[in-house]
């Protein structure tokens, strides 16, 4: 008689699913608290659970945002986007994925970004930045509408809260 050992592998959660909601993945590693700045969920009353610093094949680390009860507008989808390219939507009803999608980065971003250019009109005039975006090679460029200066988004250390 012949004995065969049989491994089960599992698959543990390293954060608690949600019965509704959303969840944000493939947030770059230490990117997911400016997000939810970006977002303005902080003090809205949702129940928020972050994963930072997750392990991930995609990444060699990722965070992961879930949002119960909440579900994103096309100008939100486009702040991740700024942020995480390479970040994938599921849409939540329970407990089950119902939609799952992945970012696109929009031609265009408003009231998000501020302008790194100390001569440019948004600086001093407080006009709303406005930039045009476009990936770069594994970048993405931003370009002011007012000055014209172009910048790559891990250049942009101010946002707009």
């Not at 579900?71 to 486009?78: C, K, R, V």
Request: hydrophobic share 40%; aromatic share 8%.
């Amino acid at each position: 008689m012949e004995v065969i050992d049989r491994i089960e592998t599992k698959k543990i959660l390293s954060v608690a699913a949600i019965d509704e909601g959303t969840v944000i993945d493939h947030i770059p590693a230490g990117k997911s608290i400016l997000l939810l700045r970006l977002l303005k969920l902080e003090n809205k009353g949702y129940q928020i659970t972050l994963g930072l610093n997750l392990p991930s094949s995609r990444l060699k680390a990722k965070d992961l945002i879930k949002i119960k009860d909440w579900e994103m507008s096309p100008i939100e989808a486009a702040k991740i986007a700024i942020i995480s390219p390479v970040a994938t939507i599921n849409i939540i009803h329970d407990y089950k994925v119902f939609h799952k999608f992945a970012v696109t980065l929009p031609a265009t971003i408003e009231h998000t970004v501020s302008c790194p250019n100390p001569c440019c009109i948004t600086s001093y005039e407080h006009s709303p930045c406005y930039f045009y975006v476009k990936p770069h090679k594994k970048e993405i460029l931003l370009t002011c509408k007012y000055c014209e200066q172009s910048f790559y988004q891990s250049d942009i250390k101010n946002y707009t809260f």
